[in-house]
């Protein structure tokens, strides 16, 4: 884990939908380590320092993939090839990477599909049969199936407005799943809103699932609080982002409200 940006350049960015890119850069794992899935980076342009999810696990280079939402990711969705970005991390608490043999199933919404995408790559490498549900608005904004499906996962596609794949939620394409199938365990990241209605259906069906959350966050350290939930206080860069089920039912906030910057409820 390294506390001090490390300077990388960008090697590759591939533009995945119109408004999310994945940004790739060499990572030296001997030196700096190597990160699981569900761990994140803290990405820095110079001038502030954002947490971005990592994507991509390869060998010696990793990946982020950012949705252009703000200042922040404007200003890296601007950059090139060959340019430079701070990096620090890896951070958190991440998924757990060592099922073998197993059924899994992983459901990513929006661009929340990018630790999906890492953890289903990881699993998948390893022996597991593996499905994931990739939701998004539209079929424009649907990230990563294609690759997903050359590594020989199932990719069930979903949108809201029925451009491509299922037609709804991904809860609903989840319903009809365990209509004719059932998992070991599941994997989910996403909107929040999205997480909870997941998380009631999974519980309903007495299939064990992990939680990607996201916060607020500014030390990456567990230093500053700001990205505490209510209940148990935990802190989502520290013991997060990733929870178990029996630890997000005691996270009173979870699918209710989150803090901006200042800490106010919204």
């Not at 980076?41 to 696990?57: C, D, G, H, R, T």
């Not at 010696?60 to 252009?68: C, M, R, S």
């Not at 020989?152 to 407005?161: A, K, L, S």
């Not at 004719?180 to 989910?188: E, G, K, M, N």
Request: charged share 25%.
């Amino acid at each position: 884990m390294i506390n001090e940006p490390k300077i990388v350049e960008i090697t590759d960015i591939i533009e995945e939908t119109p408004t999310i890119k994945t940004f790739k850069f060499d990572w030296d794992y001997e030196t700096l380590g190597k990160p699981n899935p569900g761990e994140f980076l803290m990405v820095w342009n110079f001038k502030n320092e954002k947490p971005m999810s990592i994507a991509q696990i390869n060998d010696d280079e990793l990946a982020i993939t950012v949705k252009n939402i703000g200042e922040f990711t404007s200003q890296l969705h601007d950059l090139k090839i060959g340019d430079k970005i701070g990096v620090r991390g890896s951070y958190g608490n991440g998924f757990n990477n060592s099922f073998e043999g197993k059924k899994i199933l992983a459901i990513g919404g929006g661009v929340g599909m990018a630790p999906i995408n890492a953890i289903a790559s990881d699993l998948v490498k390893k022996g597991n049969e593996v499905s994931v549900i990739s939701a998004a608005q539209t079929k424009e904004e649907l990230l990563y199936g294609e690759f997903l499906e050359e590594l020989g996962v199932d990719v069930h596609y979903c949108t809201d407005d029925g451009s491509f794949g299922f037609k709804g939620f991904a809860t609903n394409c989840l319903d009809d799943l365990l209509e004719v199938s059932t998992y070991d365990y599941a994997f989910v990241c996403g909107p929040e809103i999205m997480m909870k209605g997941i998380y009631d259906i999974l519980e309903a069906s007495s299939i064990p699932a992990q939680y990607s959350l996201e916060r607020y966050m500014k030390c990456a350290l567990g230093v500053c609080g700001q990205c505490c939930v209510d209940g148990e206080g935990w802190r989502i860069c520290v013991e997060g982002p990733v929870f178990e089920n029996d630890k997000i039912e005691q996270i009173t906030e979870f699918g209710k409200y989150r803090r901006d910057a200042s800490g106010v409820k919204y």
